[in-house]
């Protein structure tokens, strides 16, 4: 299992700048831009081969030489649950500036960035720490937790 680690760090560049684009435009831009990088994570998550984000740092940043691969051996679940985390928050967060609710909208969508800044910065994945901490307590399996049958 391996994982290109500038793709990684694309899709955190972008959610980054998508969020922090969609509170400063605010009102209803910024809530269907919200919902957008919401449902471009959750896509991603599913089906991680039409991932846009992805396909992005694949077939625009990388064939011009803008980002460098960075293929590691590791295993890419931790990263896609933790995608699949932020997609939840993003989209929760939809649901609430909809509703007229944007102190809590707009909260969660910080939570999502600042989780995005901090592993792009210092690579630290909060998704994935749940991920293997889960694991750990085996209620979820990864192919680094394997249970025995």
Same mark, same amino acid.
């Given at each position: 299992?391996r *994982? =290109?680690?500038?793709?990684?760090?694309?899709?955190?560049? +972008?959610?980054v @700048? +998508?969020?922090?684009? &969609?509170?400063? +435009?605010?009102? =209803?831009?910024?809530? #269907?831009?919200?919902l957008?990088?919401?449902? *471009?994570? &959750? @896509?991603?998550?599913?089906?991680p081969? *039409?991932?846009l984000f992805?396909q992005i740092?694949?077939?625009?940043?990388?064939p011009?030489?803008?980002?460098?691969?960075?293929v @590691?051996?590791? =295993?890419?679940?931790?990263h896609?649950?933790?995608q699949?985390?932020?997609?939840?928050?993003?989209?929760?967060?939809?649901?609430?500036? +909809?509703?007229?609710s944007?102190?809590?909208? #707009?909260?969660?969508? #910080?939570?999502?960035?600042?989780l995005?800044?901090?592993?792009?910065?210092?690579?630290f994945?909060a998704?994935c720490? @749940?991920?293997?901490?889960?694991?750990?307590l085996?209620l979820?399996r990864?192919?680094?937790?394997?249970? &025995?049958p």
């Amino acid at each position: 299992m391996r *994982v =290109d680690r500038s793709a990684l760090k694309t899709n955190q560049a +972008l959610i980054v @700048i +998508l969020t922090v684009l &969609a509170f400063v +435009l605010g009102g =209803d831009a910024g809530t #269907w831009l919200v919902l957008f990088t919401g449902l *471009v994570l &959750a @896509i991603g998550t599913v089906a991680p081969p *039409v991932a846009l984000f992805q396909q992005i740092y694949h077939r625009l940043l990388k064939p011009l030489g803008l980002v460098r691969p960075n293929v @590691i051996a590791e =295993d890419p679940m931790p990263h896609r649950f933790a995608q699949g985390l932020g997609a939840v928050f993003l989209l929760a967060a939809t649901a609430f500036l +909809l509703a007229g609710s944007p102190a809590v909208g #707009w909260t969660l969508s #910080w939570i999502v960035t600042a989780l995005a800044f901090i592993n792009f910065t210092i690579n630290f994945c909060a998704g994935c720490f @749940i991920y293997f901490q889960l694991a750990r307590l085996g209620l979820i399996r990864s192919a680094g937790h394997a249970q &025995a049958p």
